[in-house]
Nanobody, 121 residues
Framework: QVHLAESGGGLVQAGDSLRLSCTNSGRSFSTYAVGWYREAPGKPREFVARISSSKRVTNYADSMRGRFTISSDNAENTIYLQIDKLRPEDTAVYYC??????????????WGQGALVTVSS
């Protein structure tokens, strides 16, 4: 039973950094590819970053590259999204998604409920 949960969201100021976490009911992501997506107010959900099931390969949306970092802990129990130099336009609900694939494709099977990140200017 896959149950994804995001944590670490909240209210921050522009220029701050934040690290979001995604867990799988305390279980390992070892056989799962994982990704982060976000949904900003008035905008459709967009891809942010993804990490392969091996946790050795990462990909980023062009607009996210540089300020966003996806990573895994050593036990692969938690997938992180580090966001640096936050901007007001980063305000969004951030979702963790996973699937039993080498790398995520268009429609991951499992999704978390989302974590709200609000960036004030």
């Amino acid at each position: 039973q896959v149950h994804l949960a995001e944590s670490g969201g909240g209210l921050v100021q522009a220029g701050d950094s934040l690290r979001l976490s995604c867990t799988n009911s305390g279980r390992s992501f070892s056989t799962y590819a994982v990704g982060w997506y976000r949904e900003a107010p008035g905008k459709p959900r967009e891809f942010v970053a993804r990490i392969s099931s091996s946790k050795r390969v990462t990909n980023y949306a062009d607009s996210m590259r540089g300020r966003f970092t996806i990573s895994s802990d050593n036990a692969e129990n938690t997938i992180y999204l580090q966001i640096d130099k936050l901007r007001p336009e980063d305000t969004a609900v951030y979702y963790c998604a996973a699937d039993q694939e080498v790398i995520l494709t268009d429609t991951p099977r499992y999704w978390g409920q989302g974590a709200l990140v609000t960036v004030s200017s």
